[in-house]
């Protein structure tokens, strides 16, 4: 099962797109945990998902992320902002997927 993690600074429209998200993998029959918290817990789950996405908004921390995150075999990447914006849970579900 892929684990994907959404990290940003707040956590409000970042949660609506982890709904949305899922949404989208069970109407596609996906077995995928999404979950998103602060930015800050990064560290502590490092070893539990797959997949790093950084909200637009703490996009400033990816290069310091992606360097810690390599030593782990992990990816971290930027949702891109329109997807984020409109809340567009099966493209940014695809972006993941495609990591």
């Given at each position: 099962m892929k684990k994907?993690?959404?990290?940003?600074s707040a956590g409000m429209s970042t949660s609506i797109?982890?709904?949305k998200m899922k949404q989208e993998a069970d109407k596609r029959g996906l077995e995928i945990e999404?979950?998103?918290l602060g930015l800050e817990n990064f560290h502590d789950k490092l070893n539990e998902y797959d997949v790093f996405l950084l909200g637009p908004q703490v996009r400033f921390k990816k290069?310091?992320?992606t360097e810690i995150a390599k030593k782990h075999n992990k990816v971290v990447e930027v949702i891109d902002s329109?997807?984020?914006g409109t809340l567009n849970g099966a493209k940014i579900l695809d972006f993941a997927l495609s990591l």
């Open positions: 994907i993690l959404l990290l940003c797109v982890v709904r999404i979950d998103a290069n310091e992320l329109r997807d984020y």
